[in-house]
């Protein structure tokens, strides 16, 4: 009996094809052209038995693949999450093969080299001198708030009502006093509001959520430490057309940028960048024993994402990149012009950053949304009302096709 299973678990070890390519992936591959229509339910136990790669890939595929929103249809334009090209479908499969750690310079030599290309390539865009990059400008956020009170001694934050929820997530977890300065109607700070920033870290937003408003720049400087929350307007400095609207980031102190948005990543990716990149290394830096170089940031282990972006910057070039991103703020001017055509429509404001607003007054906005199809606009509240908000992330949305569904709707 002893015998028998110490020979099934060598057995298992020597010639556990789990671990090893097999062309059965390439059935995994075909599924993105077409998923298996056939929805069985998901077992509703956790099996004793594994069905097997393949079997739970067939089971899988319909459900993973089939009840997801398509970020990439015509009408997809309500959030921040774009189609990702197909170039970091093939990266992400390579990464996942690999599971290379960022902690761990011997784990991930190529890996390290990516991101540090990546950073290379894009820091000058914002006038940025280091930084790195981790899963998301919620930590992009927190880092560059924690490298703030940590290397210039800011005592408190201000931001505005309109910034983003992770800068006050940050300043509970930092404890730190939040001040939110109230806004102009359209979403951006109102400077007649804030007062001294002598001990304190301010927060900009390039593209605020709910409306794509840029805040006041020329505030950049006033304060112990301005960092700049560009999660989503950031990429926009990758272009020759609307790169002025950000202009004055480069005097910021640190800078976050989702690439899982207008940088058409998958997620988990963002990059938190640095003016002076020794100083808050230095404070956001831990070495263990076991570690080769010091922790940097908040993550242990973080996987490859720099790959990923490598792979699109090399693939677009900037040019290519944006192009893309012209695309999708055309998208959003086109859009906000067809809307403001319409008489009985109201518009916020012409679009920054590829977020158009608008209402029909009069007209109950909640209800009027849930006539439209899904994914296509979501809702925003302005002044305790209810409007209606299109992000342009898709570079394959059909601003006519949604016009048309917006009229339609609005006939109806
Ligand atoms: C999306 C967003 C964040 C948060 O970024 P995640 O990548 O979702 O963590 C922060 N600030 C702004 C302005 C955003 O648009």
């Given at each position: 009996m002893f015998l028998r299973r110490f020979i099934l678990v060598t057995y298992m070890s020597n010639k556990?094809?789990?671990f090893s390519y097999t062309d059965e992936l390439q059935e995994a591959v075909e599924c993105l052209r077409?998923?298996?229509?056939k929805l069985i339910e998901l077992p509703s136990k956790y099996p004793h038995r594994g069905l097997g790669e393949s079997a739970a890939l067939r089971l899988l595929a319909p459900h993973i693949l089939g009840d997801?929103?398509?970020?990439?249809?015509?009408?997809?334009?309500?959030?921040?999450d774009p189609p990702t090209p197909w170039i970091t479908w093939a990266t992400t499969l390579w990464n996942a093969r690999l599971n290379?750690?960022?902690?761990h310079e011997a784990t991930a030599p190529f890996a390290m080299k990516a991101e540090e290309r990546v950073l290379e390539w894009l820091l000058p865009f914002f006038g940025m001198s280091g930084g790195h990059m981790c899963s998301g400008s919620t930590l992009a956020n927190l880092t560059a708030l924690w490298a703030a009170r940590d290397s210039r001694q800011v005592r408190r934050i201000v931001a505005s009502e309109?910034?983003?929820?992770s800068i006050a997530k940050a300043a509970r977890m930092l404890s730190l006093p939040l001040e939110q300065i109230p806004t102009t109607r359209y979403g951006n700070?109102?400077?007649?509001?804030?007062?001294?920033?002598?001990?304190a870290c301010l927060v900009l937003t390039?593209?605020?959520?709910?409306?794509?408003e840029i805040d006041a720049?020329?505030?950049?400087?006033?304060?112990?430490w301005t960092h700049v929350d560009?999660?989503?307007?950031?990429?926009?400095?990758?272009?020759t057309s609307h790169a002025a609207k950000l202009?004055?980031?480069?005097?910021?102190d640190s800078v976050a940028v989702s690439a899982h948005k207008l940088l058409f990543q998958p997620k988990e990716a963002a990059l938190v960048m640095f003016a002076n990149p020794s100083l808050a290394n230095e404070a956001i830096s831990f070495g263990g024993?076991?570690?080769?170089s010091p922790n940097i940031g908040i993550q242990g282990s973080r996987g490859a994402a720099g790959v990923n972006l490598l792979a699109t910057l090399i693939a677009f070039g900037q040019y290519g990149l944006a192009q893309r991103i012209d695309r999708v703020m055309e998208i959003s001017q086109k859009l906000a012009d067809g809307l403001e055509a319409e008489s009985s429509i109201e518009l916020l404001a012409p679009p920054k950053t590829g977020v158009t607003v608008f209402r029909i007054p009069n007209l109950d906005m909640q209800k009027f949304h849930k006539t439209?199809?899904?994914?296509m606009l979501s809702l925003c509240v302005i002044e305790n009302e209810y409007w209606l908000r299109s992000v342009?992330?898709?570079?394959?949305?059909?601003e006519q096709s949604i016009l048309k569904a917006i009229r339609q709707a609005n006939r109806d």
């Open positions: 556990d094809t789990s077409a998923a298996p229509e997801a929103a398509k970020l990439d249809s015509e009408r997809a334009l309500a959030h921040m290379q750690n960022l902690l309109a910034a983003h929820l700070i109102d400077i007649s509001q804030i007062g001294s920033l002598s001990d390039a593209g605020t959520t709910s409306t794509g720049f020329d505030l950049i400087g006033q304060a112990q560009a999660a989503w307007g950031g990429p926009l400095r990758l272009t202009s004055g980031i480069e005097k910021a024993g076991y570690l080769a439209l199809p899904v994914g342009a992330a898709n570079p394959l949305a059909d």
